[in-house]
């Protein structure tokens, strides 16, 4: 009996060593691994920076399968969220601050702790494309550092997970990005629609975080109002200059009726009339959009067809990022406005003579 009680008491203490010895651990941690991916800055920071595309390289998925994850409306940029449940419990993250290309800052809550961690994100172009940084610091609390000891430290515990979530990143978008085409579908009568739009003028780098918010936007206004939408989003470019780096686009959405605004909205309703175009097909990521458009010009040229420069040049978004998360599945439809097509010159055929006409008399 007397073995027992000392067992017992050398348990009780031996567990009250190991108490005092983990409380005593520093609690603060930051842990960050780096790697370079062969893409440009723009792509990477835009590819992380929406949560829906976690699914496709978050390292998590290997160990837990059947993790569920819940997203609200807005899933990218500043306000972004996103939560899980899986079998290590239940978690959510948020964006809390970006900096375009540059850097993402993000909070991480674990099983309905009132305590996150910080999650931060850089972005540094490099000769073979962009050096990413992937980092948490924070400070945890007993069960954490418990967990992290048994672990090995904090590093083992997050460095791995980190170093296989940017491999993933690495393999998925080099893939998702190399995997494109672009076809010339030649001239077309591209059909009218009533629809509604946003107008804004801004820097050319701007133009994707605009377009995604305005497109948010008018969505938001179609349910609000129950309007009717009748087809794909699309865009209508009213100057690109690249010179002065600037461009002026409307985001559209078409609807099935004509569309009144009140004076002063910052949505208004427009009628697209049908015009004879050039239709190019881009399936694949926007990185790959000028490719798209300069072949578009290059078929033009060679047919010696004429820009209708009054009329309305516009991408089409027929499969877009906010319906599916893969760059490569991604389909957008480039309309460029042409005059009436130039009928062939057809040259006049010499006339052979049937016989050598005679000489003219002569004369005095």
């Not at 050319?204 to 309007?227: G, Q, R």
Request: net charge positive; aromatic share 12%.
């Amino acid at each position: 009996m007397r073995i027992v009680k000392y067992i017992f008491l050398l348990i009780v203490l031996g567990a009250i060593a190991l108490a005092v010895y983990i409380a005593t651990q520093s609690s603060k941690f930051d842990i960050q691994r780096s790697k370079v991916i062969n893409v440009s800055q723009s792509a990477l920071y835009s590819y992380i920076n929406d949560y829906k595309n976690w699914e496709d390289w978050g390292p998590w998925k290997e160990d837990d399968p059947n993790i569920k994850y819940s997203y609200p409306e807005i899933t990218e940029g500043t306000g972004a969220s996103f939560s899980w449940t899986g079998k290590e419990g239940n978690g959510k993250m948020e964006t809390i601050k970006t900096v375009d290309n540059d850097s993402i800052t993000q909070k991480i809550y674990f099983n309905d702790s009132n305590v996150p961690s910080d999650v931060y994100w850089t972005f540094t172009p490099v000769k073979n494309g962009t050096k990413v940084t992937w980092g948490m610091k924070g400070e945890m609390n007993f069960m954490m550092k418990a967990f992290s000891i048994l672990s090995g430290g904090a590093e083992n515990m997050l460095a791995p997970m980190f170093d296989k979530g940017l491999t993933n990143i690495d393999n998925v978008l080099v893939k998702e990005l190399k995997s494109y085409n672009i076809k010339i579908n030649g001239l077309v009568k591209k059909a009218g629609t009533y629809y509604i739009k946003q107008t804004v003028s801004c820097k050319i780098p701007e133009l994707p975080k605009l377009m995604s918010a305005m497109l948010i936007n008018l969505n938001k206004f179609t349910k609000d109002n129950n309007i009717a939408v009748n087809g794909s989003s699309f865009a209508i470019y009213n100057k690109y200059d690249t010179a002065n780096n600037s461009v002026e686009f409307s985001t559209c959405i078409p609807v099935k009726d004509e569309i009144f605004t009140a004076q002063g909205s910052d949505i208004t309703g427009g009628k697209l009339e049908p015009y004879l175009a050039l239709k190019t097909t881009l399936t694949g990521d926007y990185s790959h959009s000028k490719e798209a458009w300069d072949k578009a010009y290059a078929e033009i040229t060679k047919n010696k067809w004429m820009e209708d420069t009054t009329g309305k040049y516009i991408e089409v978004y027929k499969v877009s990022a906010h319906q599916h998360r893969k760059p490569s599945e991604w389909v957008t439809e480039i309309f460029i406005p042409i005059t009436a097509k130039p009928k062939p010159v057809v040259k006049p055929k010499p006339v052979t003579p049937t016989a050598t006409p005679a000489a003219p008399a002569a004369t005095e």
